[in-house]
């Protein structure tokens, strides 16, 4: 059983930074592609950003490419989400993943981040 657990999140004003950290149980994290994951109130579940198994290739979302920054460490088993220039349409509960094959199978409880304006 896989467990994952994000911290990070919290309240800050528009254009600032937060960096999102999600600490995986087990030993397999190093094998496995990560994922980003965000969903605003309202809205569904949206793709952010993901990572591939040694950190060697990223993909990011439109809305948040250039901003943010995903990496991992695989020493620690923990994968991270730097967000900067953050924007009030960023405020969402942000999830982290697991990837198995074309599916995500193991989902963190997520953390609130809020940006005001």
């Known amino acids: 059983q896989v467990q994952l657990v994000e911290s990070g999140g919290g309240l800050v004003q528009a254009g600032g930074s937060l960096r999102l950290s999600c600490a995986s149980s087990?030993?397999?994290?190093?094998?496995?592609?990560m994922g980003w994951f965000r969903q605003a109130p309202g809205k569904e579940r949206e793709f952010v950003a993901a990572?591939?198994?040694?950190?060697?290739?990223?993909y990011y979302a439109d809305s948040v490419k250039g901003r943010f920054t995903i990496s991992r460490d695989n020493a620690k088993n923990t994968l991270y989400l730097q967000m900067n220039s953050l924007k009030p349409e960023d405020t969402a509960v942000y999830y982290c993943a697991r990837q198995n094959w074309y599916s995500y199978d193991y989902w963190g409880q997520g953390t609130q981040v809020t940006v005001s304006s």
């Open positions: 990572i591939s198994w040694s950190g060697g290739s990223t």
């Open positions: 087990g030993r397999t994290f190093s094998t496995y592609a």
